[in-house]
Protein backbone atom coordinates (compact mmCIF):
# COMPACT_ATOMS: atom_id res chain seq x y z
CA UNK A 1 0.00 0.00 0.00
CA UNK A 2 1.50 3.48 -1.51
CA UNK A 3 1.73 6.07 1.38
CA UNK A 4 -0.70 9.11 1.02
CA UNK A 5 0.93 12.06 -0.58
CA UNK A 6 1.31 14.82 1.09
CA UNK A 7 -1.39 17.16 -0.95
CA UNK A 8 -3.84 14.62 0.01
CA UNK A 9 -2.43 14.59 3.63
CA UNK A 10 -3.13 18.74 3.30
CA UNK A 11 -6.63 18.23 1.79
CA UNK A 12 -7.80 16.02 4.27
CA UNK A 13 -6.62 18.20 7.44
CA UNK A 14 -8.51 21.20 5.78
CA UNK A 15 -11.34 18.94 5.07
CA UNK A 16 -11.55 18.24 8.77
CA UNK A 17 -10.81 21.62 10.07
CA UNK A 18 -13.95 22.47 7.91
CA UNK A 19 -15.90 19.85 9.38
CA UNK A 20 -14.70 20.73 13.01
CA UNK A 21 -15.55 24.81 12.31
CA UNK A 22 -18.68 23.39 11.11
CA UNK A 23 -20.28 21.34 14.00
CA UNK A 24 -18.64 24.54 16.53
CA UNK A 25 -21.08 26.66 14.86
CA UNK A 26 -24.11 24.52 14.96
CA UNK A 27 -23.22 23.81 18.78
CA UNK A 28 -23.81 27.32 19.56
CA UNK A 29 -26.93 27.35 17.79
CA UNK A 30 -28.24 24.85 19.91
CA UNK A 31 -26.88 26.51 22.93
CA UNK A 32 -29.12 29.82 22.02
CA UNK A 33 -31.82 27.44 21.57
CA UNK A 34 -31.50 25.15 24.55
CA UNK A 35 -30.61 28.04 27.01
CA UNK A 36 -31.50 26.89 30.07
CA UNK A 37 -32.28 29.29 32.87
CA UNK A 38 -33.34 27.41 36.54
CA UNK A 39 -34.13 24.19 34.87
CA UNK A 40 -36.61 25.15 32.04
CA UNK A 41 -36.68 26.80 28.54
CA UNK A 42 -35.86 30.71 28.05
CA UNK A 43 -39.27 31.94 27.15
CA UNK A 44 -39.99 33.92 24.23
CA UNK A 45 -40.55 37.48 24.60
CA UNK A 46 -44.34 38.11 25.17
CA UNK A 47 -46.61 40.30 23.14
CA UNK A 48 -48.65 42.64 25.06
CA UNK A 49 -48.98 43.47 29.07
CA UNK A 50 -52.65 42.90 30.34
CA UNK A 51 -52.97 45.16 33.45
CA UNK A 52 -55.85 42.57 35.51
CA UNK A 53 -57.85 44.83 38.41
CA UNK A 54 -60.00 42.91 40.90
CA UNK A 55 -63.29 44.25 42.28
CA UNK A 56 -63.02 43.80 46.27
CA UNK A 57 -67.23 43.75 46.32
CA UNK A 58 -66.71 40.11 44.61
CA UNK A 59 -63.69 38.85 46.14
CA UNK A 60 -64.58 39.90 49.45
CA UNK A 61 -67.72 38.25 49.42
CA UNK A 62 -65.28 34.79 49.97
CA UNK A 63 -63.73 36.13 53.16
CA UNK A 64 -64.10 33.25 55.53
CA UNK A 65 -61.91 34.15 58.18
CA UNK A 66 -59.62 37.10 58.44
CA UNK A 67 -56.20 37.85 59.46
CA UNK A 68 -53.64 40.98 59.13
CA UNK A 69 -52.99 40.65 55.45
CA UNK A 70 -56.07 40.34 54.21
CA UNK A 71 -57.17 44.08 52.89
CA UNK A 72 -61.11 42.93 52.95
CA UNK A 73 -60.67 42.49 56.98
CA UNK A 74 -59.75 46.25 57.12
CA UNK A 75 -63.76 47.30 57.84
CA UNK A 76 -64.47 50.97 56.72
CA UNK A 77 -60.87 51.17 55.30
CA UNK A 78 -61.06 47.80 53.09
CA UNK A 79 -60.89 49.39 49.95
CA UNK A 80 -63.78 50.52 47.84
CA UNK A 81 -62.24 50.70 43.96
CA UNK A 82 -60.88 48.42 41.67
CA UNK A 83 -57.66 47.26 43.16
CA UNK A 84 -54.15 45.73 41.36
CA UNK A 85 -53.95 41.89 40.62
CA UNK A 86 -50.82 42.07 38.27
CA UNK A 87 -49.40 43.36 35.28
CA UNK A 88 -49.35 40.23 33.42
CA UNK A 89 -47.02 39.75 29.94
CA UNK A 90 -49.25 37.77 27.10
CA UNK A 91 -49.08 36.56 23.82
CA UNK A 92 -51.41 37.24 21.54
CA UNK A 93 -52.14 33.16 21.36
CA UNK A 94 -54.40 34.00 24.66
CA UNK A 95 -51.26 32.20 26.64
CA UNK A 96 -48.37 33.54 28.56
CA UNK A 97 -44.89 33.06 30.04
CA UNK A 98 -44.50 32.40 34.30
CA UNK A 99 -41.41 32.18 36.19
CA UNK A 100 -39.04 33.27 34.01
CA UNK A 101 -35.96 33.97 35.79
CA UNK A 102 -34.36 32.87 39.45
CA UNK A 103 -34.59 36.37 40.54
CA UNK A 104 -36.54 35.83 44.13
CA UNK A 105 -38.96 38.66 45.89
CA UNK A 106 -36.96 40.73 48.16
CA UNK A 107 -39.90 43.29 49.61
CA UNK A 108 -36.88 45.68 50.74
CA UNK A 109 -36.61 46.74 47.28
CA UNK A 110 -39.59 47.63 47.74
CA UNK A 111 -40.01 49.43 50.51
CA UNK A 112 -40.77 52.76 49.81
CA UNK A 113 -43.55 52.11 47.67
CA UNK A 114 -44.82 49.82 50.64
CA UNK A 115 -48.02 52.70 51.65
CA UNK A 116 -49.18 52.98 47.62
CA UNK A 117 -48.96 49.04 47.31
CA UNK A 118 -50.88 48.68 50.48
CA UNK A 119 -53.37 50.88 49.61
CA UNK A 120 -53.76 50.04 46.00
CA UNK A 121 -52.52 46.49 45.27
CA UNK A 122 -53.35 44.33 48.98
CA UNK A 123 -54.12 41.20 48.84
CA UNK A 124 -57.83 40.22 49.33
CA UNK A 125 -57.15 36.57 50.72
CA UNK A 126 -55.27 35.30 53.68
CA UNK A 127 -54.19 32.50 51.56
CA UNK A 128 -50.70 32.33 50.50
CA UNK A 129 -49.71 31.91 47.03
CA UNK A 130 -46.95 29.57 45.54
CA UNK A 131 -43.97 30.94 44.97
CA UNK A 132 -41.92 30.14 41.62
CA UNK A 133 -38.91 28.02 42.97
CA UNK A 134 -41.21 25.86 45.86
CA UNK A 135 -42.88 27.66 48.93
CA UNK A 136 -45.35 29.87 49.71
CA UNK A 137 -44.70 33.37 49.64
CA UNK A 138 -46.60 36.63 49.76
CA UNK A 139 -49.12 38.11 47.07
CA UNK A 140 -46.70 40.64 46.05
CA UNK A 141 -43.80 38.19 45.36
CA UNK A 142 -45.91 35.49 43.83
CA UNK A 143 -46.84 38.30 41.16
CA UNK A 144 -42.99 39.51 40.55
CA UNK A 145 -41.55 36.36 40.49
CA UNK A 146 -44.59 34.89 38.31
CA UNK A 147 -44.72 37.44 36.22
CA UNK A 148 -42.62 40.42 36.66
CA UNK A 149 -39.74 38.14 35.92
CA UNK A 150 -41.24 38.02 32.63
CA UNK A 151 -41.45 41.48 31.49
CA UNK A 152 -38.15 42.08 29.72
CA UNK A 153 -36.85 44.31 27.74
CA UNK A 154 -39.71 46.54 29.24
CA UNK A 155 -39.01 46.17 32.59
CA UNK A 156 -36.00 45.24 34.26
CA UNK A 157 -36.21 44.84 37.53
CA UNK A 158 -38.61 44.23 41.10
CA UNK A 159 -38.86 48.34 41.67
CA UNK A 160 -39.59 48.79 38.36
CA UNK A 161 -41.95 46.36 37.87
CA UNK A 162 -44.02 47.86 41.16
CA UNK A 163 -43.18 51.70 40.08
CA UNK A 164 -45.06 50.89 36.80
CA UNK A 165 -47.80 48.97 37.21
CA UNK A 166 -49.08 51.72 39.83
CA UNK A 167 -47.92 54.30 37.30
CA UNK A 168 -50.08 52.80 34.60
CA UNK A 169 -52.82 52.05 37.25
CA UNK A 170 -53.05 55.92 38.06
CA UNK A 171 -53.45 56.54 34.27
CA UNK A 172 -56.15 54.19 33.45
CA UNK A 173 -59.04 54.90 36.19
CA UNK A 174 -61.12 52.43 35.61
CA UNK A 175 -63.38 52.93 38.64
CA UNK A 176 -63.67 56.44 37.71
CA UNK A 177 -64.70 55.82 34.53
CA UNK A 178 -67.24 53.51 35.54
CA UNK A 179 -68.32 55.24 37.97
CA UNK A 180 -68.73 58.75 35.64
CA UNK A 181 -70.78 56.28 33.48
CA UNK A 182 -73.42 55.77 36.38
CA UNK A 183 -71.95 52.00 37.28
CA UNK A 184 -71.67 52.99 40.72
CA UNK A 185 -71.41 49.63 43.36
CA UNK A 186 -74.68 48.73 44.28
CA UNK A 187 -76.20 45.35 46.04
CA UNK A 188 -79.19 45.57 44.27
CA UNK A 189 -78.79 47.28 40.66
CA UNK A 190 -77.64 44.56 37.62
CA UNK A 191 -75.81 47.00 34.45
CA UNK A 192 -75.23 45.80 30.72
CA UNK A 193 -72.15 44.30 30.29
CA UNK A 194 -71.99 45.94 27.25
CA UNK A 195 -72.18 49.18 28.76
CA UNK A 196 -69.29 48.62 30.64
CA UNK A 197 -67.59 47.52 28.03
CA UNK A 198 -68.84 50.54 26.18
CA UNK A 199 -67.90 52.68 28.69
CA UNK A 200 -64.14 51.39 29.32
CA UNK A 201 -63.56 51.55 24.81
CA UNK A 202 -64.84 55.14 24.70
CA UNK A 203 -62.26 56.02 28.04
CA UNK A 204 -59.43 54.85 26.65
CA UNK A 205 -60.02 53.00 22.87
CA UNK A 206 -59.52 49.89 23.70
CA UNK A 207 -61.61 46.74 24.54
CA UNK A 208 -61.05 44.85 28.28
CA UNK A 209 -61.23 41.43 29.24
CA UNK A 210 -63.87 41.16 32.02
CA UNK A 211 -64.41 37.96 34.16
CA UNK A 212 -67.37 37.45 36.41
CA UNK A 213 -68.23 35.31 39.34
CA UNK A 214 -72.09 33.74 39.63
CA UNK A 215 -73.14 36.95 37.60
CA UNK A 216 -70.59 39.84 39.80
CA UNK A 217 -67.56 41.34 38.18
CA UNK A 218 -64.94 40.04 39.51
CA UNK A 219 -61.73 40.64 37.58
CA UNK A 220 -61.14 43.84 34.42
CA UNK A 221 -58.43 43.34 32.60
CA UNK A 222 -57.02 46.55 30.73
CA UNK A 223 -54.52 45.29 27.95
CA UNK A 224 -51.56 47.53 26.95
CA UNK A 225 -48.44 47.59 23.65
CA UNK A 226 -45.00 47.65 25.14
CA UNK A 227 -45.00 51.70 25.34
CA UNK A 228 -48.17 51.16 27.38
CA UNK A 229 -50.43 52.37 24.57
CA UNK A 230 -53.49 50.91 25.49
CA UNK A 231 -54.86 48.24 23.01
CA UNK A 232 -57.64 45.45 22.89
CA UNK A 233 -57.43 42.50 25.14
CA UNK A 234 -59.34 40.13 23.62
CA UNK A 235 -58.51 39.46 20.31
CA UNK A 236 -55.06 39.18 17.68
CA UNK A 237 -55.10 37.52 14.21
CA UNK A 238 -53.87 34.21 16.25
CA UNK A 239 -56.84 34.18 18.63
CA UNK A 240 -59.81 32.11 18.21
CA UNK A 241 -62.66 34.67 18.44
CA UNK A 242 -64.71 32.62 21.17
CA UNK A 243 -61.21 31.58 23.36
CA UNK A 244 -61.28 34.98 25.13
CA UNK A 245 -64.13 37.72 24.46
CA UNK A 246 -64.22 40.50 26.09
CA UNK A 247 -67.65 39.86 28.30
CA UNK A 248 -65.20 36.75 29.14
CA UNK A 249 -67.29 34.63 31.72
CA UNK A 250 -69.95 37.33 32.12
CA UNK A 251 -74.09 37.24 31.76
CA UNK A 252 -75.67 40.19 29.54
CA UNK A 253 -76.85 42.17 33.17
CA UNK A 254 -74.36 41.91 35.59
CA UNK A 255 -72.99 42.97 39.36
CA UNK A 256 -70.70 45.50 40.87
CA UNK A 257 -71.63 44.37 44.71
CA UNK A 258 -70.64 46.98 47.61
CA UNK A 259 -68.15 45.92 49.76
CA UNK A 260 -69.87 42.82 51.95
CA UNK A 261 -70.50 44.09 55.41
CA UNK A 262 -69.55 40.58 56.61
CA UNK A 263 -65.89 41.11 56.48
CA UNK A 264 -66.50 44.07 59.12
CA UNK A 265 -68.06 42.23 61.72
CA UNK A 266 -65.13 39.29 60.87
CA UNK A 267 -62.41 42.34 61.27
CA UNK A 268 -64.31 42.78 65.05
CA UNK A 269 -63.55 39.12 65.69
CA UNK A 270 -60.64 38.97 64.30
CA UNK A 271 -58.85 41.98 65.84
CA UNK A 272 -60.49 40.56 69.10
CA UNK A 273 -58.24 37.37 68.53
CA UNK A 274 -55.29 39.11 68.41
CA UNK A 275 -55.82 41.51 71.40
CA UNK A 276 -56.50 38.27 73.42
CA UNK A 277 -53.30 36.75 72.48
O1 LIG B 1 -57.29 33.44 35.33
C1 LIG B 1 -56.91 32.59 36.38
C2 LIG B 1 -55.45 32.77 36.71
O2 LIG B 1 -54.64 32.51 35.56
C3 LIG B 1 -53.50 33.35 35.57
N1 LIG B 1 -53.47 34.18 34.34
C4 LIG B 1 -54.59 34.45 33.64
C5 LIG B 1 -54.54 35.21 32.48
C6 LIG B 1 -53.31 35.70 32.04
O3 LIG B 1 -53.20 36.39 31.02
N2 LIG B 1 -52.19 35.41 32.78
C7 LIG B 1 -52.25 34.66 33.93
O4 LIG B 1 -51.23 34.42 34.57
C8 LIG B 1 -53.60 34.24 36.80
O5 LIG B 1 -52.79 33.66 37.78
P1 LIG B 1 -52.08 34.45 38.98
O6 LIG B 1 -51.25 35.54 38.44
O7 LIG B 1 -53.15 34.94 39.83
O8 LIG B 1 -51.28 33.35 39.59
C9 LIG B 1 -55.09 34.18 37.11
O9 LIG B 1 -55.39 34.42 38.45
Given at each position: ??L??F ?7 L?MAM??FVS??Q????D????LE ?12 A????W???F?Q ?8 N?C ?6 P ?7 L?P?Y??G??P ?5 SN?D ?5 T?N ?15 S???G??G??W?HEW??H?T?S?P ?7 Y??TT?N ?5 NV ?13 S??Y?I???I ?7 H ?6 C???A????R ?6 F?P???A ?8 M???K??C ?15 EL ?5 D???L
Open positions: MSPSSSLLLLSVVASIDFDLLDLDGGRHKQREFDYFLALQPGTCRTQHCCSSACRGSNATTFTIHGWDNDTWACCTKFPKEISLDALEQYWPSLSCSKPSCHGKSFGEKGCSVVWNEYDFLLVYFKYTKVLNEAGYVPSNEKPGGISAIENAFASPQIVSKGVEELLCFYKDKRDCVGPDIKIDVTSGSPQYVSLPELASSGRDQSWVAEVA
